[in-house]
């Protein structure tokens, strides 16, 4: 027999590991869609997707951990349309939807930033930007530079895509500053704080032109890729302590 956690002990064990009292959110952290009282099969994935949600109906899933949840602000609020044919099935199969956003990003070893950073060989040695979200480090293994084809091979490599990229012409990186998924307007504080490269997952129009003014190295490496790591550390993570079972589900994003 497989071990089960009450729902109501794991939601708290999330709360207490990611503490999202500590940000200021545009969605609700934690619980979103309330389903069975116990958990033994959970599974993560980047975005609660009428795709994840019946890959979780099929694998039989008391839980969905996830990193883009289902509501936002600014959203109209009414289920209808893709919201009810999202939400109908979670309800109907009494599955729980646990959503985190930023506090996932941030979280110190198993958030998106952390995990990246273990993936790039980078070391995170102080932060940036709007609640400290933003990592700025050096290479992990002691060199003091790292030119910018050696980053985009291994950026390229671990994310199996190849990121887009402007600007830094011949730089040698050496502050190297990364902010997980949608963070382009992170990219004027990265500039700031003294970064030669800026990874995140997209870019907007702006970045390119202050990439080219700033000689800064922009390197737009897939929003779905880089957000593909914090999910599934943080649920494993949790699934271990409580000998649950625990699948992380890709469903592939070109974004
Ligand atoms: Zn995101």
Redesign the pocket.
């Known amino acids: 027999m497989m071990a089960a956690v009450t729902t109501d002990r794991f939601v708290q064990a999330c709360y207490e590991l990611l503490q999202p009292q500590r940000f200021k959110d545009y969605c609700p952290n934690g619980l979103q869609v309330q389903g069975r009282d116990q958990i033994s099969r959970i599974i993560s994935g980047?975005t609660a997707s009428q795709a994840l949600i019946e890959a979780a109906i099929d694998l039989k899933a008391d839980a969905i951990f996830v990193?883009?949840g289902l509501f936002w602000r600014g959203q109209s609020g009414a289920v209808t349309g893709w919201m009810k044919k999202r939400l109908a099935p979670l309800l109907k199969h009494d599955i729980n939807l646990i959503a985190y956003?930023l506090p996932l990003?941030a979280h110190a070893e198993l958030g998106n930033n952390a995990q990246l950073a273990q993936l790039w060989g980078l070391l995170g040695v102080s932060r940036f930007g709007d609640q400290d979200l933003g990592v700025l480090g050096v290479p992990a293994d002691g060199v003091v530079s790292l030119s910018a084809n050696v980053l985009i091979e291994r950026v390229s490599r671990q994310l199996g895509r190849t990121p887009v990229q402007v600007g830094g012409d011949g730089r040698e990186l050496k502050k190297i500053a990364w902010c997980?998924?949608?963070a382009q307007s992170y990219f004027e504080a990265a500039i700031d704080a003294g970064a030669d490269v800026f990874l995140t997952?997209e870019m907007s129009e702006p970045q390119a032109h202050l990439a080219r003014e700033t000689g800064v190295l922009y390197l737009a490496c897939g929003?779905h890729a880089t957000?593909r790591y914090g999910a599934q550390a943080v649920a494993g993570h949790l699934a271990k302590q409580f000998g649950l079972h625990h699948q992380f589900v890709d469903i592939d994003n070109p974004a």
């Open positions: 980047v990193h883009h956003h990003d997980s998924g949608g997952g929003h957000e």
